[in-house]
C-alpha cells in the first residue's frame, strides 16, 4: 500500500529500540525522512548502523522530562531539516511496580514524570511544526493499561491513561487545521522491556526463559489467544498507518495491538 510518506519528516522518541526502532525503520522504507531520538547516543548510532546507511535517517540524543535537551533536539532538526512533519511520541518506561501500599510518593513522581509529563512537553516542543503547512500527523504510544489496569502497575496504569484522555482532547484542537491526532496501544510486543520483566519473572519462579513467557501468558493475560507476545513490526505496521496519508479521516482514535488482552469490546 502507498501511504504517501516521501518527503514527509518524522520525529520518533523511544527510537533506540524496540518499537521505536521498528517505527522508525518502517517509516524509512515508506519513503519518509527519519530523526531517532532517545537518551544513549550511542545506542542511536548503534541502531542507525543496524536500520541503513541512507542519508534520510538522522539521530539525537534528548531526553523527553527536559525542557532544555527537547529544544536542543529540535534547534537540531531545524537546522537539518526544517520543520517535520510526523511525530510518533514512544519514549516511556514501565516505572514503579508493587502493591499500591508499597509504593512511595517518589514511585509515583518518576513513573509520571517520565509516561505524562514527557509525552506533554514533546508535544508542546513540536506542536508549531506540525501546525505549519496544512498537514501533521502526532501519535502517542499508550498502552492496554489505560483502559485495563493492572494492581502492580498503578503508576503506570495512571500515566498511559492521563496520555489516552491528552490525545483525545488534543485531537479536537487542530484537526481543521489538518494535525491529526491519535493513539496506538501495544500489548506485550517482543520488545527489550518486556525481556526484562520476563527474566524477572523466570528468577523468580526458578524456570527458563520461555516457561515464564507461558505462565505470564495464562495466568497474567488470559485474553490474547494467540499465546504469544506481539512483534514490534505489527506495531509498527499500525503506527505507520496513522501516520500515512490513507489514515486522513482517523483523528481521536485509539488503536489496540494487544492480541485481544483488553478484555472489553
Excluded at 504517501?4 to 520518533?12: I, M, T, Y
Excluded at 539525537?60 to 511525530?87: C, M, N, V, W
Aim: with cysteine; charged share 25%.
Amino acid at each position: 500500500m502507498e501511504l504517501g510518506l516521501q518527503d514527509k519528516v518524522a520525529l520518533v522518541t523511544g527510537a533506540a529500540s524496540g518499537i521505536g526502532k521498528e517505527t522508525a525503520r518502517v517509516l524509512l522504507d515508506e519513503g519518509a525522512t527519519v530523526v531517532m531520538t532517545d537518551l544513549d547516543e550511542e545506542d542511536l548510532k548503534a541502531t542507525a548502523v543496524k536500520l541503513t546507511e541512507n542519508d534520510r535517517l538522522l539521530y539525537f540524543p534528548a531526553d523527553i522530562r527536559s525542557l532544555e535537551s527537547l529544544k536542543q533536539l529540535h534547534e537540531y532538526i531545524k537546522k537539518s531539516l526544517g520543520t517535520i512533519d510526523i511525530l510518533v511520541q514512544n519514549a516511556g518506561v514501565t516505572g514503579a511496580q508493587g502493591l499500591f501500599h508499597t509504593l512511595s510518593d517518589d514511585d509515583w513522581v518518576y513513573t509520571i514524570e517520565q509516561n505524562l509529563h514527557g509525552p506533554v512537553r514533546v508535544a508542546r516542543e513540536f506542536l508549531p511544526d506540525l501546525r505549519e503547512g496544512g498537514w501533521g500527523r502526532l501519535l502517542f504510544i499508550t498502552s492496554e493499561n489505560a483502559v485495563q489496569p493492572y494492581d502492580n502497575e498503578l503508576p503506570y496504569d495512571s500515566a498511559k491513561a492521563a496520555v489516552l484522555s491528552f490525545a483525545k482532547g488534543l485531537s479536537r484542537s487542530y484537526a481543521m487545521e489538518g494535525l491529526l491526532v491519535n493513539t496506538v496501544s501495544p500489548a506485550f510486543i517482543e520488545t527489550p522491556m518486556t525481556d526484562r520483566m520476563m527474566q524477572k519473572r523466570s528468577e523468580e519462579k526458578n524456570v527458563s526463559f520461555d516457561e515464564a513467557v507461558d505462565s505470564f501468558l495464562e495466568e497474567e493475560r488470559p485474553h490474547i489467544e494467540l499465546k504469544r507476545r506481539g512483534q514490534t513490526e505489527e506495531v509498527a505496521a499500525v503506527i505507520a498507518f496513522l501516520c500515512s496519508e490513507k489514515a486522513s479521516f482517523v483523528n481521536g482514535a485509539n488503536y489496540r495491538v494487544d492480541g485481544g488482552s483488553v478484555a472489553t469490546i
